[in-house]
């Protein structure tokens, strides 16, 4: 089998390459669009001359055309094809033209290559992207989302672009993949893809089958600005400056009781209060919010020390995250454990000979107060008991869940560069954010109004999934290619930590050797200096594995806002903004 690896080429000049051939029956004038490291648009090649040994990263796609028995079309490539001749694969792929959808992309080449048209259309996969290399180094590299296409028309083959077809059932095609008869690309999507086969009206539930706008999005070299939905106010403007009171109030409190038994449990207490005083978005308190909202009720101020409740949770996490990736700063200043690694009086005191072993300690055990404080900040709420009730046991989920999202990061066994450190990456990322973030405290919220609503909670756990998973890709993005300045945080920590984020194992998958070598030795280095760092952001970038996450968080974000729409308008306002900002923003 070829390989599946490789790097971005820095020149879109292919006369610089001697290697380039063009096939004599490939159209003149159709070209691909070539893509920057986020995956926009930013220039055109002629198709002819595109693929060579240092193939840029440009737009593809991938198309499984099924009928209603259940049966996939499968196709060998014709035996002139520039790339992977005479090999069997999906049923169609091709190129978007500048100007054009992806629906009317593959809608076009379904009838260039097997003379069909298609009756339904849905994406499968947004955001595949891959590399791989042919025996005589000729290279592929697309930012390639997956379709699902159902027809009832006679396939018939254009000789010039296919040379035979068989429709067989999806476990054939997956036994196929497996076994390594199909391209590389098709091996890998299938892989994704999983044992389930695609359809257009069926669900992927982390995937978001259906009708979504990547399918009519058109193509341009100038790319539009993202869409930001604006609801007037700031979403933030009900919580923040009401959760900020309830906090200050309830540690000032907090800390002075502490003093009275002793000056040091003070310092302790206050050590929460530093985080607190420290910024943040408020962005878990503004959900409880507009998940409360969404149940068709006014404004309650009862719902604000619920909100406060699950900020002072938030407050128990980043203190033990900050531990476990060993981060030297969070939000401009130095974290709990660093603090307390240099208190000399503390160090006298506890008579510790060992200053990072006491900070450390000190910071979890400022976690388990924070982790107390928002318990008894949630069962102090002035709200009916029985609301409480209901919040109490979704607020207990949500502690199990980040738990044990966090105990799976820390516990992380399989290859990174494995199909399977994916799948584990994505489990996490759901546990440890995604459902932490947005969903559970959407329903936490929903939760305190009368007449718990079913409906309503599978509206916002599909707004809240969707939108968590691409809050958490955000973040990702940030700890890799952020600002310092912006982020409060290092863009070296997650390297240093060796974090597993998709983004590094997408690009541990499709980094070309060379990259892949120089990733590897990156990560997990605590000594990785800055100019190191910039190295392992490159071949993050050129790998394609950039483009692909930043087409996934769009993906994400279109899932999330389409569920909104069904929502009341004050509620559907508020979470379309804040599904515009959490994926857009810088920190």
Same mark, same amino acid.
């Given at each position: 089998m070829p390989g599946t690896t490789g790097a971005l080429a820095v020149s879109a000049d292919v006369a610089a390459f001697p290697d380039v051939a063009t096939a004599p029956h490939e159209q003149t004038d159709e070209h691909v669009v070539l893509l920057d490291r986020a995956g926009h648009p930013c220039g055109t090649t002629p198709k002819a001359t595109a693929h060579h040994r240092h193939t840029e990263l440009h737009q593809g796609f991938s198309c499984y055309l099924a009928r209603d028995d259940g049966r996939y079309l499968l196709t060998r490539r014709a035996e002139h094809k520039r790339t992977w001749p005479g090999w069997w694969s999906n049923s169609c792929c091709g190129h978007p033209q500048l100007g054009e959808t992806l629906r009317e992309a593959v809608q076009r080449r379904l009838h260039v290559e097997l003379g069909v048209t298609c009756e339904r259309l849905a994406v499968v996969l947004p955001d595949f992207a891959y590399r791989a290399a042919m025996d005589d180094g000729t290279v592929e590299h697309e930012l390639?989302?997956?379709?699902?296409?159902?027809?009832?028309?006679?396939? =018939?083959?254009?000789? =010039? =672009?296919?040379?035979?077809?068989?429709?067989?059932?999806?476990?054939?095609?997956?036994?196929?993949?497996?076994?390594?008869?199909?391209s590389p690309w098709c091996t890998e999507q299938v892989a994704l893809l999983?044992?389930?086969?695609? @359809?257009?009206?069926?669900?992927?539930?982390?995937?978001?089958?259906?009708?979504?706008?990547?399918?009519?999005?058109?193509?341009?070299?100038? @790319?539009?600005?993202?869409?930001?939905?604006?609801?007037?106010?700031?979403?933030?403007?009900p919580v923040s400056g009401a959760v900020d009171a309830e906090l200050d109030a309830f540690v000032e409190q907090r800390v002075r009781e502490l003093e009275r038994v002793d000056p040091a449990l003070g310092e302790l207490a206050q050590s929460v209060g530093h985080l607190l005083d420290a910024g943040g978005k408020r962005l878990r308190p503004a959900f409880v919010y507009w998940g409360h909202r969404a149940a068709g009720v006014p404004h309650d101020d009862g719902v604000m020390r619920v909100a406060a409740a699950m900020e002072m949770l938030h407050t128990f996490a980043l203190l033990q995250d900050d531990v476990m990736d060993r981060s030297a700063t969070r939000r401009g200043r130095p974290t709990a454990h660093a603090v307390f690694a240099d208190s000399a009086p503390l160090h006298r005191r506890a008579r510790a000979h060992d200053r990072e072993w006491f900070g450390a300690s000190a910071a979890v055990l400022a976690s388990d107060l924070a982790f107390v404080w928002a318990d008894e900040l949630l069962d102090t709420a002035s709200l009916p008991a029985d609301a409480l009730a209901r919040a109490r046991a979704i607020f207990g989920t949500l502690r199990t869940e980040v738990v044990c999202g966090q105990f799976l990061d820390l516990a992380a066994t399989s290859d990174p560069g494995s199909p399977q450190a994916e799948v584990d990456v994505r489990r996490v990322a759901l546990l440890k954010s995604a459902r932490y973030t947005v969903t559970r405290p959407l329903l936490l919220g929903a939760a305190l109004a009368p007449g718990p609503d079913e409906r309503l909670a599978c509206v916002l756990r599909r707004y809240g999934d969707a939108l968590g998973r691409a809050f958490q890709m955000r973040d990702d993005v940030l700890g890799l290619f952020g600002d310092p300045a912006v982020t409060g945080?290092?863009?070296?920590?997650?390297?240093?930590?060796?974090?597993?984020?998709?983004?590094?194992?997408?690009?541990? @998958?499709?980094?070309?050797?060379?990259?892949?070598?120089?990733?590897?030795?990156?990560?997990?280095?605590?000594?990785?200096?800055?100019?190191?760092? =910039?190295?392992?952001?490159?071949?993050?970038?050129?790998?394609?594995?950039?483009?692909?996450v930043e087409a996934l968080i769009r993906h994400d974000r279109d899932v999330a806002t389409s569920a909104a729409g069904c929502l009341a308008p004050a509620a559907r306002d508020g979470l379309l903004t804040l599904a515009a900002t959490t994926t857009q923003r810088r920190s």
């Amino acid at each position: 089998m070829p390989g599946t690896t490789g790097a971005l080429a820095v020149s879109a000049d292919v006369a610089a390459f001697p290697d380039v051939a063009t096939a004599p029956h490939e159209q003149t004038d159709e070209h691909v669009v070539l893509l920057d490291r986020a995956g926009h648009p930013c220039g055109t090649t002629p198709k002819a001359t595109a693929h060579h040994r240092h193939t840029e990263l440009h737009q593809g796609f991938s198309c499984y055309l099924a009928r209603d028995d259940g049966r996939y079309l499968l196709t060998r490539r014709a035996e002139h094809k520039r790339t992977w001749p005479g090999w069997w694969s999906n049923s169609c792929c091709g190129h978007p033209q500048l100007g054009e959808t992806l629906r009317e992309a593959v809608q076009r080449r379904l009838h260039v290559e097997l003379g069909v048209t298609c009756e339904r259309l849905a994406v499968v996969l947004p955001d595949f992207a891959y590399r791989a290399a042919m025996d005589d180094g000729t290279v592929e590299h697309e930012l390639c989302p997956v379709v699902v296409a159902v027809t009832t028309d006679d396939v =018939e083959p254009n000789p =010039e =672009e296919v040379a035979e077809v068989e429709w067989v059932e999806w476990a054939d095609l997956a036994a196929r993949a497996a076994a390594g008869y199909l391209s590389p690309w098709c091996t890998e999507q299938v892989a994704l893809l999983g044992d389930a086969p695609p @359809r257009v009206d069926g669900g992927y539930p982390h995937r978001g089958v259906g009708a979504t706008p990547e399918l009519d999005r058109r193509l341009a070299v100038v @790319r539009l600005p993202e869409p930001v939905q604006h609801a007037g106010a700031s979403p933030f403007a009900p919580v923040s400056g009401a959760v900020d009171a309830e906090l200050d109030a309830f540690v000032e409190q907090r800390v002075r009781e502490l003093e009275r038994v002793d000056p040091a449990l003070g310092e302790l207490a206050q050590s929460v209060g530093h985080l607190l005083d420290a910024g943040g978005k408020r962005l878990r308190p503004a959900f409880v919010y507009w998940g409360h909202r969404a149940a068709g009720v006014p404004h309650d101020d009862g719902v604000m020390r619920v909100a406060a409740a699950m900020e002072m949770l938030h407050t128990f996490a980043l203190l033990q995250d900050d531990v476990m990736d060993r981060s030297a700063t969070r939000r401009g200043r130095p974290t709990a454990h660093a603090v307390f690694a240099d208190s000399a009086p503390l160090h006298r005191r506890a008579r510790a000979h060992d200053r990072e072993w006491f900070g450390a300690s000190a910071a979890v055990l400022a976690s388990d107060l924070a982790f107390v404080w928002a318990d008894e900040l949630l069962d102090t709420a002035s709200l009916p008991a029985d609301a409480l009730a209901r919040a109490r046991a979704i607020f207990g989920t949500l502690r199990t869940e980040v738990v044990c999202g966090q105990f799976l990061d820390l516990a992380a066994t399989s290859d990174p560069g494995s199909p399977q450190a994916e799948v584990d990456v994505r489990r996490v990322a759901l546990l440890k954010s995604a459902r932490y973030t947005v969903t559970r405290p959407l329903l936490l919220g929903a939760a305190l109004a009368p007449g718990p609503d079913e409906r309503l909670a599978c509206v916002l756990r599909r707004y809240g999934d969707a939108l968590g998973r691409a809050f958490q890709m955000r973040d990702d993005v940030l700890g890799l290619f952020g600002d310092p300045a912006v982020t409060g945080k290092s863009a070296c920590d997650d390297l240093r930590e060796g974090k597993r984020t998709l983004l590094i194992v997408r690009a541990l @998958r499709m980094a070309d050797p060379a990259g892949h070598a120089v990733l590897v030795r990156g990560l997990g280095d605590p000594d990785l200096d800055e100019a190191a760092a =910039e190295r392992c952001r490159e071949v993050v970038a050129r790998s394609g594995a950039l483009a692909s996450v930043e087409a996934l968080i769009r993906h994400d974000r279109d899932v999330a806002t389409s569920a909104a729409g069904c929502l009341a308008p004050a509620a559907r306002d508020g979470l379309l903004t804040l599904a515009a900002t959490t994926t857009q923003r810088r920190s």
